[in-house]
T-cell receptor, first 114, second 113 residues
């Protein structure tokens, strides 16, 4: 069975701090896809990044970076120099190679205080 | 391109009623998926439609149904509403292949009284 675990329910930081959101997944599939989405108070899920199981390269996009490690089944997300606008709930999700069903973690609520 | 749109954005119904939610995907996207989000259960997959056919279904009772039209627009229907159906219902669209990323709409917040 597929499963995504985001152990951190809530994180609170002060602006300009770095913060890492953890994501651990379980799957028996050899080909799969991992995602991070951001959900601001408005409710819409905003796509941030997608990673394929056969591509373990880490990625940096501005203040965001992602660390994908198959050996530990983890796909962690780091925000550098956090800003108040980063406050939101962040979801990690897993999908196999068939269809569009996403398995979501429970989400991590990030609060960035000025 | 315009994003995924969902109507209505907010809905209040009473127990026993039925409700229909609508989703218009991004232009060119042929697959639409529906998710239910509640504080207790989180985000759960309801079903997926591709080319007017249901391709995958989550673990929800038969009161939850959907369909997709030839223009890829999709509707979701919940009959005999229960209090526990109160949730944010999110629709997502993707181009169609299994590797495509899903893009979400703003959701419909359903409250059942």
């Amino acid at each position: 069975a597929q499963k995504v675990t985001q152990a951190q329910t809530e994180i609170s930081v002060v602006e300009k701090e770095d913060v890492t959101l953890d994501c651990v997944y379980e799957t028996r599939d050899t080909t799969y896809y991992l995602f991070w989405y951001k959900q601001p108070p408005s409710g819409e899920l905003v796509f941030l990044i997608r990673r394929n199981s056969f591509d373990e390269q880490n990625e940096i996009s501005g203040r965001y970076s992602w660390n994908f490690q198959k050996s530990t089944s983890s796909f962690n997300f780091t925000i550098t120099a956090s800003q108040v606008v980063d406050s939101a709930v962040y979801f990690c999700a897993l999908k196999n190679n068939q269809g569009g069903k996403l398995i979501f973690g429970q989400g991590t609520e990030l609060s960035v205080k000025p | 391109k315009a994003g995924v749109t969902q109507t209505p954005r907010y809905l209040i119904k009473t127990r026993g009623q039925q409700v229909t939610l609508s989703c218009s995907p991004i232009s060119g996207h042929r697959s639409v998926s529906w998710y239910q989000q509640t504080p207790g259960q989180g985000l759960q997959f309801l079903f997926e439609y591709f080319s007017e056919t249901q391709r995958n279904k989550g673990n929800f009772p038969g009161r939850f149904s959907g369909r997709q039209f030839s223009n890829s627009r999709s509707e979701m229907n919940v009959s005999t509403l229960e209090l526990g159906d109160s949730a944010l219902y999110l629709c997502a669209s993707r181009e169609g292949t299994s590797t495509d990323t899903q893009y979400f709409g703003p959701g419909t917040r359903l409250t059942v009284l």
